[in-house]
């Protein structure tokens, strides 16, 4: 890329032309749009997110400072609030959604051959959910209660890279098992589940896929062992069981054999129990896998720290998930950069670099590979290695 494009138009290269067309398409994204169309509004709410701008005011003043730039960087309209404001609302969000799946699915295949500390040629997936807050007064759609409203983000990460394979956004009132029923399973890939997941007709799914599951055990949990596995002393392993259930109708949600593993974790002190289908790997490496698991709830806590989706331009559901789905989209175009330029730096200080940089007009790789090695912040440094 050459010094005579600004930065925001070198990472917008990064986005599949053909692709974005295709869901607009899908969705009839410009029926009677005569100006401003939706890739201008991508790209808008993309400068927003890397920015970290604050309100539609905030973004059309930015915006129209820029004056003739602006036309470089594919927004070719003139950017107002009104306008954008009305876009958000009425423009489907299934177009970015789809879009962000897209690009999901790229990134996959790029970071597929990273390590992240356990030898296993399978993929290996976490899936969880968190709840992004909504004021309850400005939002009355979301609400979760009396007192507070809210969006769920289902979530499957995979743990090679940290990058979403699949995300669903739903009420913050439904369920975290339902987001099961939304995957498509890969055979032969774990799934790493929280007892939010505690559902046996779904984890039999998951067995007949054929995949595996490693979840954690409740405190209730009942069945009869079948076999006992040999257990190493000093390795935190304290039970190894095949079991199976005693009833009829636990049966008949789980009619085979399943693996249960008690473990003892030295760090935290805290004694762990575990299902899986898996009979092959040893407890110690079932153990492992469950212990990567908080890479989820650490790339939960990174977006709500990093991504712009406290503040929302818009009150209206759809406004809502347009917002964060271009939000998630801007994350992972960003991580497809990373990777493409072999960056060698977190994903924390390139998006404070970008979001300063934007209108500069120098070689992306460049402004990013010539950045000091200056020390991070502990509090960030420990969450973005993972990327």
């Not at 009305?86 to 970071?111: G, P, V």
């Not at 950069?337 to 200080?349: A, D, F, P, T």
């Amino acid at each position: 890329m050459h010094s005579g494009r600004t930065v925001f138009s070198q990472i917008m290269d990064f986005v599949p032309r053909h692709e974005f067309s295709r869901c607009v398409q899908r969705y009839r994204g410009h029926y009677k749009v005569q100006k401003f169309s939706c890739q201008e509004q991508f790209r808008c709410m993309a400068f927003a997110q890397l920015t970290y701008r604050h309100s539609l005011r905030d973004i059309e003043v930015c915006l129209r400072a820029m004056g003739s730039r602006l036309y470089r960087m594919g927004i070719r309209s003139r950017v107002a609030k009104s306008t954008l404001a009305d876009a958000n609302e009425n423009r489907d969000c299934r177009i970015y959604e789809d879009f962000a799946h897209y690009l999901m699915a790229t990134a996959k295949t790029m970071y597929g051959g990273e390590e992240f500390g356990i030898e296993l040629d399978a993929t290996i997936y976490a899936l969880d959910s968190t709840i992004i807050d909504l004021c309850l007064t400005s939002f009355p759609w979301s609400r979760l209660n009396q007192y507070r409203g809210g969006v769920k983000l289902h979530t499957l990460l995979n743990l090679r890279g940290n990058i979403p394979e699949f995300i669903l956004i739903t009420g913050g009132t439904v369920h975290d098992v339902h987001g099961m029923d939304a995957l498509v399973l890969e055979p032969g890939a774990f799934y790493v589940l929280d007892r939010g997941y505690y559902s046996f007709v779904r984890l039999f799914l998951i067995n007949k896929a054929p995949a595996y599951f490693v979840i954690r055990a409740m405190t209730t949990f009942n069945a009869r062992p079948i076999k006992e596995h040999p257990v190493e002393k000093n390795t935190g392993v304290l039970l190894d069981q095949t079991v199976e259930f005693r009833t009829k109708l636990q049966l008949e949600k789980y009619p085979e054999p399943m693996r249960y593993i008690k473990f003892f974790d030295v760090k935290t002190d805290k004694t762990f129990a575990f299902l899986t289908n898996n009979f092959d790997l040893p407890a110690t490496t079932i153990a492992d896998i469950y212990k990567a698991r908080w890479q989820i709830e650490i790339f939960f806590k990174w977006i709500k720290q990093h991504l712009r989706i406290k503040n929302f331009f818009g009150t209206s559901e759809n406004a809502v998930k347009t917002q964060i789905w271009i939000a998630i989209a801007t994350y992972v175009l960003v991580a497809i950069l990373k990777k493409q330029y072999q960056i060698e730096h977190s994903l924390y200080k390139i998006l404070q670099v970008l979001s300063v940089t934007l209108f500069e007009k120098v070689p992306v790789d460049q402004l990013l590979r010539d950045l000091d090695n200056y020390p991070e912040d502990d509090h960030f440094s420990n969450q973005l290695k993972l990327l």
